[in-house]
């Protein structure tokens, strides 16, 4: 059984530039960690390769990145790129924010800007995508997110510099130049596209949050100011907010061959463990050259999709109860009563109509405690009209013991691989 100590944190720095402390708004950061699940997109104009975004520049020939340069902007043309099919996904998936790749390492831009001729502008699509995309997460009530890199390819390119990263020429702190050109990239981020929600600076932060906070101090700045852990997840819980950053294969971009991807099953047992470690999970697509989502990527959002339609409740607006795991149980805790969940992990054989008993030793019951599994009134199991399918508990000295049916018909075959969340109220701790 794992444990820890929950410590309400107050965030962070109170005096960082000049005027009032500059840092995340304490209000903001606890809607930050209310929303749970974010939609990370990263596309650009070498999705048309299939390639690494960005980093095959680095090291690159100055034919290789002439070309780059120059060629590839002629030929992308996104033009099935449908934003609202995006955000419909994004919506019907339970992600509460998409974060979007304005400006990748490469420098070329994702909107319209006057700062270089190295955006898509200027590109036979020409149409900005960033605001279109923006309008349609707005839309449909979705949070707007910026990721936004310091690190610009085609700046160091310009100035005759080698392509490189953590390079001291490379670094903005060390390259006025560089600095001016993101400062004036941001600003028109921030002043020309509405409200910005979410806030991801994928480099060094320095004078870029200070400008972000002065430009829109309601947005909440996550890399640059918060843990956000790439490919894994920490074995503990951290203080404070954090965000895990996963790709759904083994690449951010699009990669049309040699990939792999993760099970519909590994994504909803990660987004529970990280959310019982308090944490938000940010899963990532790289849409197609042509603006769609691959199909690959479409179908595993739509099978978590499906488990957060009947289970969102346990994940939105929680925070970690004060044991994470015991065992295959996770918890999460509502965030403002007594309500605990238990995420029922690892039990792909379990049949429609089969009772099973578990025993929580971290969960204690009170007079008015109720146990229930989400998605289920434990009152009617399909075709049989003699079942009782309620969820029973009584109170023991060595825990909470429940005994509950898998009851709900989720697909044809009623085979469900995924886990089941048990909601308890008005449930205490245990130590």
């Known amino acids: 059984m794992m444990t820890f100590r929950l410590v309400v944190v107050v965030v962070m720095s109170l005096s960082m530039a000049a005027g009032a402390g500059a840092a995340n708004r304490p209000e ?10 974010g939609m990370f997109v990263h596309w650009s104009v070498d999705s048309q390769l299939g390639s690494v975004i960005s980093h095959s520049m680095v090291g690159a020939s100055d034919d290789y990145l002439s070309r780059f340069i120059y060629d590839l902007p ?13 955000a419909r996904l994004a919506k019907l998936a339970g992600m509460k924010y998409v974060v979007f790749t304005t400006k990748h390492h490469s420098g070329f ?4 800007t006057q700062t270089t001729p190295f955006n898509i502008a200027n590109t036979p699509y020409g149409q900005d995508i960033t605001r279109k995309l923006f309008e ?3 839309k449909y009530g979705i949070a707007v997110g910026v990721y936004f890199s310091p690190d610009d390819f085609w700046m160091l390119h310009m100035q005759g510099k080698d392509v490189s990263r953590r390079r001291p020429e490379a670094l903005p702190q060390n390259n006025p130049e560089l600095m001016a050109h993101n400062k004036a990239q941001l600003r028109e981020l921030l002043t020309q596209y509405g409200p910005i929600d979410v806030l991801f600076i994928d480099g060094e932060p320095n004078e870029l949050k200070e400008l972000a906070w ?5 947005l909440v700045i996550t890399r640059g100011e918060m843990e956000t852990p790439e490919q894994n997840t920490p074995d503990e819980p951290m203080r404070g907010p954090w965000e895990a950053c996963y790709t759904l294969g083994t690449q951010w971009q699009f ?16 987004l529970i463990e990280i959310r019982a470690k308090g944490g938000n999970f940010l899963l990532n697509v790289g849409p197609q050259p042509d603006g769609v989502i691959p199909f690959e990527q479409e179908r595993r959002i739509r099978e978590l999709a499906l488990w957060m339609f009947i289970n969102g409740e346990a994940i939105h607006g929680i925070r970690p109860w004060h044991v994470i795991r015991e065992g295959n149980i996770w918890f999460t805790k509502a965030k403002d009563d007594d309500t605990v969940y238990a995420f029922l992990t690892r039990l792909p054989d379990w049949k429609r109509g089969d009772r099973k008993e578990f025993t929580l030793r971290s969960v204690g019951a ?14 009617v199991l399909e075709y049989n009209v003699n079942a009782r399918p309620e969820a029973r508990w009584s109170q023991e000295a060595d825990g909470l013991h429940v005994s509950v049916v ?7 075959d009623s085979k469900w691989p995924n886990p089941i969340v048990l909601r308890i109220t008005n449930a205490k701790a245990k130590p």
């Open 255 to 270: 990669k049309p061959t040699n990939e792999t991807y993760k099970s519909g099953t590994q994504l909803i047992e990660m």
């Open 74 to 86: 002629e030929t992308f043309y996104p033009e099935r790129f449908n934003p609202d099919e995006w």
């Open 109 to 112: 831009c994702m909107f319209h």
């Open 366 to 379: 009170t007079e008015q405690t109720t146990v229930s599994v989400l998605g289920q009134t434990g009152r």
């Open 214 to 218: 002065e430009l829109q101090d309601d």
């Open 28 to 37: 903001r950061v606890e809607w930050f960690m209310d929303q749970g699940l």
């Open 136 to 138: 349609s997460l707005r």
């Open 406 to 412: 898998r009851a709900q018909r989720i697909y044809n």
